[in-house]
């Protein structure tokens, strides 16, 4: 596999990125990157390091852009297992950044949530909403990937936007591979829809998810990023879905049960990503209070679901 670390890589033109994505060979991981600058989202961290983790054999030229102090702070070099040469003096966490993290259980994951917020110096509010984000889509990835390096997750505060970009990889069995377990999808992009609509879970068919699982986490975390404007990314198999931002800033939120009834955008001729990636970015500055804004995403999730199955109930039935 090849992967080539860019100038920028953020989600709203992170697209290139992926296209060049080499995943022949996958025995092996040789990274390069640009000459003269590197600024990337955190989800590219979390790709780059669970590939490093998968094939256990990488190649990496040695870094010649300044920036590469950025990836030594981020754990990146440590988690490929190389020596970047670098010395750096350990920053405190009013640096507002989460390095690479590990996480294969519930017990790592509760720890973690425990000790990141005051990383990342939130207010209450501000809080609540990353802790439910970062819980969730790990959550998933431990309930649903059967991956064997389990969730591989960074994040990082910029203070310039005054946004928290968060980035999850696994390298499981795929969203489509999870959600045919229930619902037969054909596609992978079919499959990311149905992931991201609620009461949908690939682990039963009906319509609201079970006690345990209501098929609501990628809903409400999309609903999000919607709420607040901001990107959200999902990305498996061979199959993006990118939440785009609202065209304006002032337009009235409208919260749809089908993903494909956002401003997206889609790919589905990608190189194709066994397990899953995601990446979401918050405005710190437009982040609601966080029981309105899942009061908000509640009700549509429950509306959806009784329109639901009142269609499945008013279908014809022919003796």
């Known amino acids: 596999m090849k992967l080539n670390l860019p100038n920028s890589a953020f989600l709203g033109n992170i697209d290139p990125f992926f296209r060049t994505f080499d995943n022949s060979k996958p025995d092996k991981l040789v990274i390069t990157a640009n000459k003269k600058w590197v600024s990337v989202h955190p989800v590219v961290l979390s790709m780059v390091a669970a590939l490093g983790l998968k094939t256990g054999k990488v190649f990496c030229e040695k870094m010649e852009a300044t920036s590469k102090h950025y990836f030594e702070r981020m754990g990146l070099f440590k988690f490929l297992g190389i020596d970047s040469g670098i010395q750096i003096t350990e920053h405190e966490s009013a640096a507002r950044f989460i390095p690479l993290t590990q996480i294969k259980n519930s017990d790592e994951l509760t720890k973690f949530i ?58 499981g069995v795929g969203i489509k591979n999870s959600i045919n377990q229930s619902h037969f999808t054909s596609t992978d992009l079919k499959a990311i829809q149905l992931a991201l609509t609620p009461g949908i879970t690939g682990t039963t068919n009906k319509e609201d998810g079970t006690e345990y699982n209501a098929g609501a986490g990628l809903f409400f975390i999309k609903s999000i990023a919607k709420v607040n404007k901001d990107f959200f990314l999902l990305y498996s198999g061979n199959a993006m879905y990118k939440l785009l931002k609202s065209a304006s800033l002032k337009q009235k939120v409208t919260l749809y049960a089908d993903p494909f009834n956002d401003r997206h955008s889609v790919d589905e001729n990608l190189p194709y990503w066994s397990g899953t990636l995601i990446g979401i970015d918050i405005s710190l500055d437009s982040t609601k209070e966080f029981s309105l804004l899942l009061d908000l995403i509640r009700e549509t999730y429950v509306q959806t679901i009784r329109d639901r199955k009142k269609a499945k109930y008013r279908r014809p039935r022919f003796i």
């Open 114 to 171: 425990t000790e990141m917020i005051p990383l990342l110096h939130l207010e209450p509010g501000q809080a609540k909403t990353i802790k439910y984000i970062v819980s969730e889509l790990v959550r998933n990835v431990l309930e649903h990937s059967y991956s064997d390096i389990g969730a591989i997750l960074s994040a990082q505060y910029y203070k310039k936007s005054n946004t928290i970009r968060i980035g999850i990889a696994d390298i």
